[in-house]
């Protein structure tokens, strides 16, 4: 009986400590968690016991090797330790190079907790796993790792809000996979590489507020699944390539806030893009006279250029014109008493040379 309880006991031990994680992996979460501090929510209580794939908020673990596969710390969530507290997080500290002991990561979620600091550890570089990279809205400083490139299966990578410099990295354009790319509001400098295009499975780059200077790439028309394009308020100059408007499911185009010249290709205006947003560049010449029943404008927004000439005719062709503002241009001209122009207001046409008629006070 005596020999049964023994044998009991050390079957119970063994299967718990075959489905529990490493030791080395517990080890290096809690070496994670020591350069973090986060005072009001509590989050890392639960990150106790001797097994770090059961219970441990925001840890998974993979089901068959057990070890650690995601870190998933949301700052801004509907979690009930959220809700109870009435408030987002707020954490300080760093992001350990001890993450990078966690050899099988796929996802390394650590976002929105407004006081993070210090680097981005190159050795997240190094994880073969990794599938998605989200530390949007902390504070962190320092470069995209120089040796990002090795991430072949990296699909999302979202630094977005945060106070990363430098340019991007050499390998960069290695990144295969890559699907959803997020820099907003950092202060990247530099050009954006010509290869660019090599991002093939791009469907998203968000590349707002930062620093860039430059043209922009021809080779960004070869990725085929690109939707969304977002260069806004930067330092590009140069212009436009029509390439971007005989995209196949480019939806998004956002140059605004830049000092693009040069005219606006006609390929834009008759494409399948349904938000473009030119403003307040350099751009010069007439408004292509090039719509059609292909186009459908939710967002055209040409104001704070350079533009001359009446408005064209064919924009009466358009399928759509929703959101259309032209104000702050050198126009000239009558506008039509027609759709799309009967739903739109004077600010939409202010400040030209001389365009006239409703909704304008000037009459021609």
């Not at 820099?183 to 295009?197: E, L, V, Y």
């Not at 995209?247 to 956002?254: D, I, Y």
């Not at 001359?308 to 009466?316: D, E, Q, V, Y």
């Amino acid at each position: 009986m005596k020999l049964l309880y023994v044998t009991g006991i050390l079957f119970l031990t063994v299967t718990f400590s075959v489905n529990a994680c490493p030791a080395s992996d517990r080890a290096a979460l809690l070496a994670f968690k020591a350069a973090l501090h986060e005072p009001y929510l509590g989050i890392f209580n639960s990150w106790k016991g001797t097994n770090c794939c059961k219970n441990w908020y925001g840890v998974s673990c993979d089901s068959i090797t057990h070890r650690v596969a995601d870190i998933n710390l949301r700052g801004e969530s509907e979690d009930p330790i959220f809700q109870k507290a009435h408030k987002t997080g707020y954490m300080t500290g760093s992001i350990s190079p001890a993450i990078c002991k966690l050899e099988r990561l796929s996802s390394i979620t650590i976002a929105d907790w407004k006081g993070i600091t210090g680097p981005i550890p190159s050795c997240i570089s190094l994880l073969p796993f990794l599938r998605i990279l989200d530390l949007i809205g902390n504070k962190l400083t320092g470069r995209i790792p120089s040796g990002i490139g090795r991430l072949h299966r990296l699909t999302v990578l979202n630094v977005a809000d945060n106070q990363l410099f430098g340019g991007f990295p050499r390998s960069f354009t290695n990144l295969s996979s890559l699907m959803h790319l997020d820099i907003r509001s950092n202060n990247i400098s530099g050009q954006i590489p010509k290869d660019f295009g090599k991002l093939r499975m791009l469907s998203r780059a968000l590349l707002s507020k930062n620093k860039l200077r430059g043209s922009i790439p021809e080779s960004i028309s070869k990725i085929y699944r690109l939707a969304d394009l977002d260069l806004s308020f930067n330092q590009m100059s140069g212009t436009i390539p029509a390439s971007l408007g005989k995209m196949a499911v480019l939806a998004t185009l956002n140059l605004d806030g830049n000092f693009i010249s040069g005219t606006i290709p006609a390929t834009l205006i008759n494409s399948s893009i349904t938000q473009l947003n030119l403003s307040r560049n350099a751009i010069q010449g007439t408004i292509p006279d090039a719509f059609g029943p292909r186009s459908y404008f939710m967002v055209l927004d040409l104001s704070y250029n350079r533009l001359r000439g009446p408005l064209p005719k064919s924009i009466s062709l358009a399928s759509y014109v929703g959101h259309f503002d032209v104000s702050h241009n050198h126009l000239c001209g009558a506008i039509p008493n027609a759709s799309p122009f009967d739903h739109l207001d004077a600010t939409s046409f202010s400040h030209n040379d001389c365009l006239c008629g409703k909704p304008l006070i000037k009459s021609c």
